[in-house]
């Protein structure tokens, strides 16, 4: 059974960092596709960043280039999104998701952003609040 466990959300002040972490568990993580998405109250989920665990190659929504990280530990099967120099963006949920194809889930992102319908495992989300 595949499990995605979010932990890191919290509260923080604008300008301040803050690392979420992405555990994976019942399928093989070292060729999955994994992304993190978010979602404001009453707005649409979009994606953030994401990464084909294979080979490491990485994708960053305009937004947050520059800012935030993804990186991976397949010891433990976990990705990382170090967010750095938060913006007031209020209280948003943090999701996390997995693709076991990674692949061919990485591959289409050279064409246009990943979406939703990428990716078949979701975590239940993690609330982080950028306020002062």
């Known amino acids: 059974q595949v499990q995605l466990v979010e932990s890191g959300g919290g509260s923080v002040q604008p300008g301040g960092s803050l690392r979420l972490s992405c555990a994976g568990s019942?399928?093989?993580?070292?060729?999955?596709?994994m992304a993190w998405f978010r979602q404001a109250p009453g707005k649409q989920r979009e994606v953030v960043a994401a990464?084909?665990?294979?080979?490491?190659?990485?994708w960053y929504a305009d937004s947050v280039k520059g800012r935030f990280t993804l990186s991976q530990n397949i010891a433990k099967d976990t990705v990382h999104l170090q967010r750095n120099y938060l913006k007031p963006d209020g209280t948003d949920m943090y999701y996390c998701?997995?693709?076991?194809?990674?692949?061919?889930?990485?591959?289409?992102?050279?064409?246009?952003?990943?979406?939703?319908?990428?990716?078949?495992?979701w975590g239940p989300g993690t609330q982080v609040t950028v306020s002062s």
């Open positions: 019942g399928f093989n993580f070292g060729g999955a596709s």
């Open positions: 990464i084909y665990i294979g080979s490491r190659n990485t």
């Open positions: 998701a997995a693709e076991g194809d990674g692949m061919g889930t990485f591959a289409a992102w050279n064409f246009r952003p990943p979406r939703s319908a990428d990716f078949a495992y």
